[in-house]
């Protein structure tokens, strides 16, 4: 089996940085792919960027293009996101998904069921 663990969340002011990572051990697929989501208070889980650790492609939300950046460190496993310029619509615990179906595609990468792994989500809050 795969497990994910996610950390790095908490209570930053619009305008904050934080960086998200993502452990993921047990029994990975050769190549894999990792997301990361989100679910804001009230609302339905939504992409916001994933990574292959094959060839580093990656795909993000067009709503936290050029301020989120997703990276892999592929002898750790460990995928990161790292948010700039926090905003207020961007609260809510943030996921990171597995999938072991490849490639990922550019029309359903942020959709859920194209994972098999979850992680148990870690929450970041932005005042204001």
């Known amino acids: 089996q795969v497990q994910l663990v996610e950390s790095g969340g908490g209570l930053v002011q619009p305008g904050g940085s934080l960086t998200l990572s993502c452990a993921a051990s047990g029994s990975l697929a050769e190549y894999y792919g990792i997301a990361w989501f989100r679910r804001a208070a009230g609302k339905e889980r939504e992409g916001v960027s994933c990574?292959?650790?094959?060839?580093?492609?990656?795909y993000d939300a067009e709503s936290v293009r050029g301020r989120f950046s997703i990276s892999i460190d592929n002898a750790k496993n460990n995928v990161y996101l790292e948010m700039k310029n926090l905003k207020p619509e961007d609260p809510g615990v943030y996921y990171c998904a597995y999938t072991a179906v490849m490639p990922i595609l550019r029309w359903s990468w942020n959709d859920v069921s194209e994972y098999q792994v979850w992680g148990q989500g870690t929450q970041v809050t932005v005042s204001g």
């Open positions: 990574i292959q650790s094959s060839d580093h492609d990656t």
